[in-house]
Nanobody, 120 residues
Framework: QVQLVESGGGLVQPGGSLRLSCAAS????????MEWHRQAPGKQRELVAA???????NYADSVKGRFTISRDNAKNTVYLQMNSLKPEDTAVYYC??????????????WGQGTQVTVSS
């Protein structure tokens, strides 16, 4: 079993910054990719950013130049640094990890979600 624990959400004013963290633990052989998704009220969940174990990353157009995804492979942890936040960034942010377990299963795991609210 694998668990993802997220932290770092909260309330911030427009133009402010937040840093999200997501730590994976459990029966993990490797994590080829880790992602951040978000879901705003009344909208579908969308991919925000993704990063491979080798450090290659990609971003949704709406966050390019403002958000930075990074990871610490030794800690099985992924981060999302969010700068220049806008009200439209308000959403529940979810961490996703594509995990290879010790018995060679490939399984998607999700965190519980953390609320980010951008408002004055």
């Amino acid at each position: 079993q694998v668990q993802l624990v997220e932290s770092g959400g909260g309330l911030v004013q427009p133009g402010g910054s937040l840093r999200l963290s997501c730590a994976a633990s459990g029966s993990i052989f490797s994590i080829p990719a880790m992602e951040w998704h978000r879901q705003a009220p009344g909208k579908q969940r969308e991919l925000v950013a993704a990063i491979t174990s080798g450090g290659r990353s990609n971003y949704a157009d709406s966050v390019k130049g403002r958000f930075t995804i990074s990871r610490d492979n030794a800690k099985n942890t992924v981060y999302l640094q969010m700068n220049s936040l806008k009200p439209e960034d308000t959403a529940v942010y979810y961490c996703n990890a594509k995990v290879i377990t010790f018995n060679w299963n490939s399984i998607d795991y999700w965190g519980q979600g953390t609320q980010v609210t951008v408002s004055s």
